[in-house]
């Protein structure tokens, strides 16, 4: 399985680099582009224990994943985009 998912270049702080979560067979990546470093996060889904989707009335959702004790967030995906990325973690970290 290979998907990808990129934030909305309209959202907060990604108008130039939008950040990208990009969902493999053993682990989900996120890339945080940035103008001379970015930052690229790869996490088994194992590690992953908790997933949050923070959704406003109006603007894009927050997804925050908690693995190792710690939390990373992305912001400026759609609220379907968000619920797919959760689903799709919830349903790799059930086959493994």
Same mark, same amino acid.
Do not use: W
């Given at each position: 399985?290979?998907?990808?998912?990129?934030?909305?270049?309209?959202?907060?702080?990604?108008?130039?680099?939008?950040?990208?979560?990009?969902?493999?067979?053993?682990?989900?990546?996120?890339?945080?582009?940035?103008?001379?470093? %970015?930052?690229? =996060?790869?996490? +088994?889904? #194992?590690?992953?224990?908790? $997933? &949050?989707?923070?959704?406003? @009335?109006?603007?894009?959702?927050?997804?925050?994943?908690?693995?190792?004790?710690?939390?990373?967030?992305?912001? %400026?995906?759609? =609220?379907?985009? +968000?619920? #797919?990325?959760?689903?799709? $973690? &919830?349903?790799?970290?059930? @086959?493994?």
């Amino acid at each position: 399985m290979y998907r990808k998912f990129t934030a909305s270049r309209i959202s907060k702080d990604n108008v130039v680099f939008p950040p990208q979560i990009i969902m493999e067979d053993n682990c989900v990546t996120v890339k945080c582009p940035g103008l001379f470093s %970015g930052k690229s =996060t790869a996490i +088994a889904y #194992e590690n992953i224990s908790h $997933i &949050t989707i923070l959704t406003p @009335l109006v603007g894009c959702s927050t997804i925050s994943f908690f693995a190792f004790g710690e939390e990373l967030c992305i912001h %400026g995906f759609t =609220t379907s985009e +968000a619920n #797919e990325v959760k689903r799709l $973690i &919830t349903q790799m970290q059930t @086959l493994k």
